[in-house]
């Protein structure tokens, strides 16, 4: 008999126990796994970001898109619905490091271009201020929205000088609504202005307060438009549905940038439109990108606000599925990381009031996330032009605002409201 066998034995002995044996296979966990809706209206299974239908030529789809814009689907598979409530107790609020302030999509306002957000700048108190510009800003395209068309955008370039925002993405859906020169014309009048830009060729890298932060932008697509000739817009087809979705260039980016930053941030235009909450694929897609090196995943671009999640990334003792996040990453290093799914709008002429109340999110940052905050606006009329205020203003003195802020405490969580 061979003596092997009994040398092995002491050292089988001794290996270590695997610490994410009570880690169920991915496939079996959620998101991965979760109860599909039921009972749903045709309006609100539509989804414009699966681009597997065109609202030019198919006129039911886009007549049930008119119904979900002015309804929104408010509900959820139970298992997220089960998630987010867990998730609300887990965010800590702001704390030690490097504080940003986000805001989501900047869209085409009508009026008012210099002092729309003055009354909400004193809430965006980061070391760095950052939004997404949902609109060209081209002098030379016509800003009337009768000369645009129904689903173009371009504002005047004075709506830049009424941001109190430091950083904006450029590459969403909207990009190229007048053209690549219009693109040209918005990149010249961002930069005549002194602000950063991330998302068109080239990715950014910021001080912030002692933190290299490093930004990182990337867009579902651009409305069925080609992509330009002159320019990368970084687009990823997050909304399709039935297909495993290549993060490989997102997975490249964020490789080079841990190895030049201390944090990473990733800018996502994604999301169905008017949903309240996340589907899963997106809840998926999130843990893709916290395990291949974001810190912090922050959303636009559903136009609604979405509740937001805690990562644990390896951290063998959270066991990933229903109310817990947690993702392995290959350096194999622990960190605490947060995806942000929806800020919603920042400012906007969107018919409700879900709509038109977003959000200013501050993250601290030391380097991984420390704590989150969160802060209620609202896009409104004042004495007769379109201005953004923080929602409590308004539901100090209006029953809809009141009632609209005791929605999204409830939907998003009080317990980091600011």
């Not at 606000?305 to 350096?331: F, I, K, Y």
Request: hydrophobic share 45%; glycine share 10%.
């Amino acid at each position: 008999m061979s003596l092997l066998p009994l040398l092995l034995l002491p050292l089988a002995a001794c290996a270590p126990a695997d610490p994410y044996a009570a880690w169920p296979a991915q496939e079996d966990a959620f998101p991965w796994v979760h109860t599909p809706e039921e009972g749903l209206e045709r309006w609100e299974e539509v989804r414009w970001e699966t681009e597997t239908w065109d609202p030019a030529e198919d006129l039911g789809q886009a007549g049930n898109y008119i119904l979900k814009v002015q309804n929104h689907r408010t509900s959820a598979p139970v298992e997220s619905l089960g998630h987010f409530a867990a998730q609300r107790a887990l965010i800590p609020p702001l704390g030690e490091g490097a504080r940003i302030s986000f805001v989501g999509d900047v869209m085409w306002l009508g009026e008012n271009w210099g002092h729309f957000a003055d009354p909400v700048a004193p809430l965006l108190d980061g070391d760095l201020r950052v939004g997404n510009l949902e609109t060209p800003t081209s002098s030379a395209h016509p800003t009337d929205r009768e000369d645009l068309g129904l689903y173009d955008f371009n504002a005047p370039p004075e709506l830049l000088d009424g941001l109190p925002l430091d950083l904006l993405q450029l590459n969403n859906n909207h990009s190229v609504d007048v053209g690549e020169d219009g693109l040209d014309n918005t990149l010249a009048e961002v930069a005549d202005r002194g602000l950063l830009a991330v998302g068109v060729d080239s990715f950014a890298t910021v001080d912030v307060a002692g933190v290299d932060v490093a930004f990182l932008a990337y867009t579902w697509g651009l409305n069925g438009k080609p992509l330009p000739a002159s320019h990368d817009l970084h687009v990823v087809p997050f909304g399709h549905l039935d297909e495993d979705i290549d993060l490989s260039g997102i997975e490249a980016d964020a490789a080079q940038a841990r190895g030049e930053a201390d944090a990473v941030v990733v800018l996502v235009h994604w999301g169905f439109e008017y949903e309240y909450y996340a589907d899963p694929h997106f809840l998926r897609l999130g843990r893709r990108l916290v395990a291949a090196g974001a810190d912090l995943v922050v959303g636009t671009g559903p136009h609604t606000a979405q509740p937001a999640e805690l990562c644990h990334v390896n951290r063998p003792e959270q066991v990933p599925g229903v109310g817990t996040c947690s993702v392995r990453s290959a350096d194999g290093l622990p960190r605490t990381a947060a995806i942000l799914y929806s800020l919603g709008n920042f400012d906007t002429v969107q018919p409700t009031l879900p709509l038109q109340a977003g959000l200013v999110a501050t993250v601290s940052l030391g380097p991984d996330v420390t704590g989150l905050g969160w802060e209620p606006v609202v896009t409104t009329t004042q004495q007769g032009l379109l201005t953004v205020l923080p929602l409590a203003d308004m539901a100090a003195v209006l029953p809809e605002f009141a009632a609209e802020e005791q929605r999204l405490d409830a939907h998003l969580g009080a317990g980091w409201k600011r």
